[in-house]
């Protein structure tokens, strides 16, 4: 379970990283999709005002010939020329001929009269005085009608021009052929939801629209919001989907062309982007949020790692300094015990010559006393070598040459670890080559690198083992072999087992100093130490001592 503190920072350092990286994106985002949107609305309304102002100068052009056509006409032709139908029909054939999308042509007198007709309907005599049409044409000399049924019962929408003739006023009138001016209005329309159409001032429908209404239907658009130049608003459908509308009044006629786009087809682009920028700043977030958390989760963890190590590197420090000083007690104790040792053979000396005496001399018991004597002699002696033993791994680290018999310094040193040993059930076999030449060195140190080898292999076997000690000369080398039966080393662990505070053993049972000094030991002595292990199978280390004859000491 993680410490509160680091999970309180872990905690900290998220939620700072996330707010720190997530927040520039996110305002980028929410920039880039509010500009996007605006725009593409501006360039749909431009789009649109464009089209509604192109189309309606289109329409007043087409409106504008045809009312020329028809004032040349009345002109250069009198009231009775006009009024003559084979006249009438050879002009109503070139018009056609050089405007075209003329239906009928007829002339009314004065009165309302039709006079003279061309055309498919039975237009002739009919009175058209009560017309609309009738008077504003009279009134104005030029008239665009609103589109109307008539007599002929069908939408038209008719041009009118007023003659004189000896003051006497006509009208000549044509039809135009609906149907070509809708498919004009209806070219401005765009993709699947566009639509174009004319109302007039009144908003009833003067071409049938794409969708819905019909011609002379009302269509409910308040005409009164558009001005003298093309207007755009937008507004909702009863779908409640956003639809803008361009409008523009035609200059010829009191009429109002107008363009309707729905916004979403012409957003489509827009929102595939929208679409595409969300994609990417959620694959951001994630990214960044992911990272945040594996950073954050590696970062807590190498800190807790880090105080972990420098919590054990304290432990060992104290440790390494409790050694220290119960190396300097060992020091002393060894010291102190050397004194009563040595009293002691020096009385079993003197008790050796009391028995050389007359009196002593034929005592029944007198061989009791010299076995009484070995044995003390016996125990004291074993007493020094443990003595001996302590003394020179109390010694200080300053290398000093002199005579060192490599097998003798091992049998010291494995005497010292007997009884650590068989207290464990473990084994120290013993492999010396026997005329191993004598080396200069210094035997403290060597046997300090020997102690914490072998003791090092009785901690990793635990109980129950084995550890075979080997000697041999190579050229001009001496090799110690330390060989253990127990659990062996990982290999990730190898390339680190002589760093310094580096231990297998467990919290509080090792320093990680043993190998260390160890192998600063023998690379001061010009040796080295090696190791090779595999797990399950044990540890071989091998100690390289260089081979110096005493006479160079």
């Known amino acids: 379970m993680q410490h509160p503190l680091y999970h309180g920072l872990k905690q900290k350092l998220t939620a700072i990283t996330l707010a720190v990286s997530l927040t520039p994106l996110i305002v980028l985002g929410f920039t880039l999709y509010v500009q996007f949107e605006r725009m593409y609305?501006?360039?749909?309304?431009?789009?649109?005002?464009?089209?509604?102002?192109?189309?309606?100068?289109?329409?007043?052009?087409?409106?504008?010939?045809?009312?020329?056509?028809?004032?040349?006409?009345?002109?250069?032709?009198?009231?009775?020329?006009?009024?003559?139908?084979?006249?009438?029909?050879?002009?109503?054939?070139?018009?056609?001929?050089?405007?075209?999308?003329?239906?009928?042509?007829?002339?009314?007198?004065?009165?309302g009269i039709q006079q003279a007709y061309i055309g498919p309907y039975a237009l002739k005599g009919l009175?058209?005085?009560?017309?609309?049409?009738?008077?504003?044409?009279?009134?104005?000399?030029?008239?665009?009608?609103?589109?109307?049924?008539?007599?002929?019962?069908?939408?038209?929408?008719?041009?009118?021009?007023?003659?004189?003739?000896?003051?006497?006023?006509?009208?000549?009138?044509?039809?135009?052929?609906?149907?070509?001016?809708?498919?004009?209005?209806?070219?401005?329309?765009?993709?699947?939801?566009?639509d174009a159409f004319i109302v007039n001032a009144g908003g009833a429908y003067q071409t049938k629209p794409r969708f819905r209404g019909d011609i002379l239907a009302p269509s409910g658009i308040r005409t009164d919001r558009f001005g003298s130049t093309t207007t755009v608003w937008e507004e909702r459908s009863p779908e409640g989907r956003t639809i803008y509308y361009a409008g523009n009044w035609l200059k010829s006629t009191g009429w109002l062309f107008i363009v309707s786009q729905e916004a979403v087809e012409e957003m489509e682009s827009l929102f595939s982007t929208q679409h595409m920028e969300i994609v990417v700043i959620v694959l951001g977030v994630v990214a960044i949020v992911l990272t945040t958390f594996w950073t954050t989760r590696v970062m807590i963890a190498?800190?807790?790692?880090?105080?972990?190590?420098?919590?054990?590197?304290?432990?060992?420090?104290?440790?390494?300094?409790?050694?220290?000083?119960?190396?300097?007690?060992?020091?002393?104790?060894?010291?102190?015990?050397?004194?009563p040792l040595a009293v002691i053979l020096q009385k079993t000396g003197w008790m050796e010559d009391l028995l050389e005496e007359e009196e002593f001399k034929h005592s029944k018991n007198l061989e009791e006393f010299r076995q009484a004597i070995r044995k003390i002699e016996h125990h004291v002696e074993r007493a020094r070598k443990v003595v001996h033993g302590m003394l020179g791994y109390a010694r200080k680290m300053e290398p000093r040459l002199e005579d060192v018999d490599?097998?003798?310094?091992?049998?010291?040193?494995?005497?010292?670890?007997?009884?650590?040993?068989?207290?464990?059930?473990?084994?120290?076999?013993?492999?010396?080559?026997?005329?191993?030449?004598?080396?200069?060195?210094?035997?403290?140190?060597?046997?300090?690198?020997?102690?914490?080898?072998?003791?090092?292999?009785?901690?990793?076997?635990?109980?129950?083992?084995?550890?075979?000690?080997?000697?041999?000369?190579?050229?001009?080398?001496?090799?110690?072999?330390?060989?253990?039966?127990?659990?062996?080393?990982?290999?990730?662990?190898?390339?680190?087992?002589?760093?310094?505070?580096?231990?297998?053993?467990?919290?509080?049972?090792?320093?990680?100093?043993?190998?260390?000094?160890?192998?600063?030991?023998?690379?001061?002595?010009?040796g080295g130490i090696s190791v090779k292990s595999q797990v399950g199978q044990g540890s071989v280390f091998t100690v390289d001592i260089p081979l110096q004859p005493p006479a160079r000491k």
């Open 406 to 526: 490599v097998n003798d310094t091992l049998i010291q040193t494995i005497g010292l670890l007997d009884n650590y040993a068989k207290n464990n059930s473990i084994a120290i076999e013993t492999h010396f080559q026997p005329d191993l030449p004598i080396t200069a060195g210094d035997q403290a140190q060597l046997q300090q690198v020997f102690l914490n080898l072998i003791s090092n292999a009785i901690d990793a076997i635990g109980k129950d083992g084995r550890i075979d000690v080997s000697t041999m000369a190579k050229g001009d080398r001496i090799l110690v072999e330390i060989r253990d039966n127990g659990p062996g080393i990982p290999q990730d662990r190898l390339n680190r087992i002589f760093d310094p505070f580096f231990t297998t053993k467990e919290s509080g049972k090792g320093t990680g100093l043993g190998l260390w000094v160890s192998y600063n030991i023998m690379e001061k002595l010009g």
């Open 127 to 194: 009175n058209y005085e009560e017309q609309p049409w009738f008077n504003e044409t009279m009134a104005r000399g030029v008239y665009i009608s609103d589109v109307y049924m008539g007599f002929r019962k069908l939408p038209h929408f008719t041009i009118s021009v007023r003659g004189q003739d000896h003051f006497q006023n006509w009208i000549l009138r044509a039809t135009i052929d609906l149907d070509v001016f809708a498919s004009l209005v209806r070219s401005a329309q765009v993709g699947k939801t566009g």
């Open 302 to 339: 190498r800190l807790e790692e880090n105080d972990q190590r420098i919590k054990e590197m304290n432990a060992r420090l104290i440790q390494s300094d409790k050694l220290a000083a119960i190396g300097k007690m060992a020091a002393g104790v060894a010291h102190e015990i050397n004194n």
């Open 41 to 111: 609305r501006d360039k749909i309304i431009e789009q649109i005002r464009y089209r509604a102002q192109a189309q309606a100068e289109m329409l007043d052009l087409f409106l504008k010939k045809r009312v020329a056509l028809l004032g040349i006409m009345v002109d250069t032709g009198s009231y009775t020329q006009l009024s003559d139908e084979t006249q009438l029909a050879r002009l109503f054939r070139v018009m056609n001929f050089r405007q075209g999308n003329f239906v009928d042509l007829g002339v009314i007198d004065c009165t």
